[in-house]
């Protein structure tokens, strides 16, 4: 049996989430707790809010956080290989079944993003902002000039989160809807004030993100109300748990075990919800966990090594 592994020294850990009431600052009270059962008396946590996307990166840069959560894992393996996360490491992958789509008001007469250009003047997209730290924002808006839809001729309601846009599109307020959070309910009723059509971004949009690591993915028919065929679609999945390098190996190490050991407490989380409908996939499998988009931490690596064939913990759990 593994050796349970704990802390000898206290510590003082600042995790970054999200906002506040989903799935990032879930992760992050997570690993709080089960750090925190495993650290000396005096040890100390907390959990800054922040929006899992580059202001998560800028903190950790300027020291205002220790380990922060992004989404998605396309957009780290981009910024990886473009050489914008230099001095960052991956603590592992909490899963996630998420994707960029495009629908529209069914009456408008497009049957792809590109054809949007020559109706430009009678839409208002509902997305996020395109403002250096959304990266839904900046996929959205980078996506759109690669299909040939310019977002200056274009009449855009932000908002930051997803379900402001998915609601002004529901209600009518907005005719096409650029996001994700494809798991949760308000996408299931999106078609009660019209039918909705589903846009493929087209072939050179998927391509051009795939060259930068940006892959793409299917929502499968079925899926989202009214769609009847597989939709290829910007992949937006999965939630990178991040620290800058010089995070201490043995801090490193205790973190990528409690997420493999303890990772049950998550999953009891969301187990009430259907297996293809959780905004945090279960059963989370700690080989998923360690391929990452940017190398791991070598204290978390080494932790995954070593527990390639132990059992989760049997622990009582607060949500089971």
Known sequence: ?????????????????????????????????????????????????GTGGLDQIEAL?????????VTPAAAVRTLHRAGE??????????GQYDRLVVAVDAALPVNSVPELAAIADRLV???????????????????????????????????ERPFPAISRFASGEANVLVHE?????????????????????????????????????????????GLQEDLRT??????????????????????????????RALEAQYAHLPMDHTPVTYPIVPADMARTPLPLHPGAARAYAELASASVLDEPLMWG
């Open 1 to 49: 049996m593994t050796e349970k592994p704990r802390l000898e020294r206290p510590v003082t850990l600042q995790f970054r989430g999200d906002w506040g009431q989903a799935n990032m600052h879930r992760i992050c009270g997570w690993l709080a707790q089960e750090i925190g059962d495993r650290a000396p008396q005096g040890s100390r946590f907390a959990i800054w809010s």
């Open 61 to 69: 840069r300027a020291g205002e956080c220790d380990i922060t959560v």
């Open 85 to 94: 996360l230099d001095g960052l490491s991956a603590l592992g992958v909490i």
């Open 125 to 159: 997209v509902a997305t996020s902002p395109d403002d250096g730290v959304n990266l839904v924002g900046f996929a959205a808006h980078k996506a759109l000039r690669l299909a040939g839809v310019d977002p200056d001729g274009l009449a855009f309601a932000y908002s």
């Open 181 to 225: 959070a494809l798991t949760t309910p308000p996408w299931q009723r999106i078609d009660r004030a019209r039918p909705v059509r589903y846009l493929p971004w087209g072939d050179e949009v998927l391509r051009a993100f795939a060259a930068e690591g940006w892959p793409d993915a299917v929502v499968e028919a079925g899926y989202l109300p």
């Open 234 to 263: 910007l992949e937006f999945s999965d939630f990178v748990v991040l620290c800058r390098g010089d995070l201490p190996e043995e801090v490193a190490h205790l973190t990528a075990w409690c997420m493999v050991q303890t990772r």
